[in-house]
């Protein structure tokens, strides 16, 4: 059975000070990234089990483990890639991302209207949450949605390539119960060149979605 492992982090932990602290990120990839690996794969072992005995009795909560686990693993592997160092400002045809600039802008009125929204998506969550930017295969447009916990509030088939995590773990050690501080400097470490890749990505694999075979 194929089974997940924690994915490396790009750079060192103390990388995206002082937007966050070394320790927040060591903590954060070590402890709580490492979790959701393991509950997901937990989780499919428990599957494996159900499916040889034949004992389905505990199916549904094990499918919510999993879309829970599982959901949580994406959206951190893509989290990490997310950010840089040497991020922040906004993405720009110089650097390779004005494609992503015009579709920012169509789908949202300007990078300005585009930054608040996802803003106050992101502060905004109800306990445990993410603010995610998307990419809609139906009809091609960029859409923010409102994540609970790792699974909630998404639209089937959107593609996640801008993920702000509105967890406490995320932030808490350095920016106490502030989450709004916390999302606005998150800004200054976005890695637009990497947003670009996945918005390139999701279009070319989400224009086929609902094509006819």
């Known amino acids: ?11 060192d932990y103390s ?25 997901a794969n937990d989780t499919l072992e428990q ?9 389905w009795g505990a199916v549904n909560g094990l499918e919510k483990n999993l879309a829970f686990h599982l959901s949580g693993h994406i959206l951190h592997s893509i989290y990490w890639q997310n950010m840089t160092g040497d991020g922040g400002g906004e993405p720009l045809e110089k650097d390779g991302t004005g494609e ?29 949450g993410w603010g995610v930017l998307a990419y809609e295969p139906v009809t091609g447009r960029l859409i923010v949605e409102q994540v609970y916990d ?3 509030n998404v ?9 702000f995590d509105a967890w406490e773990h995320a932030f808490y050690l350095q920016y106490r119960n502030q989450k709004v501080d916390f999302v606005e400097a998150m800004w200054r470490v976005v890695n637009w060149q990497d947003v670009s890749r996945r918005y390139t990505a999701a279009k070319q694999k989400g224009n086929t979605l609902l094509t006819p075979l």
């Open 1 to 11: 059975m194929a089974l997940y492992s924690l994915p490396e982090l790009p750079y």
């Open 15 to 39: 990388s995206l000070e002082p937007v966050i602290s070394g320790e927040i990120i060591e903590l954060h990839h070590d402890k709580h990234h490492a979790g959701y690996v393991k509950g």
């Open 47 to 55: 599957l494996a089990e159900a499916r040889e005995q034949d004992q």
């Open 100 to 128: 992503l600039a015009d579709a920012i802008a169509e789908s949202f009125g300007s990078f300005a209207r585009f930054k608040s929204h996802l803003s106050k998506a992101a502060a905004t969550t109800q306990g445990s």
């Open 150 to 152: 790792h699974q909630g």
């Open 155 to 163: 639209g089937q088939g959107s593609v996640p390539i801008l993920v």
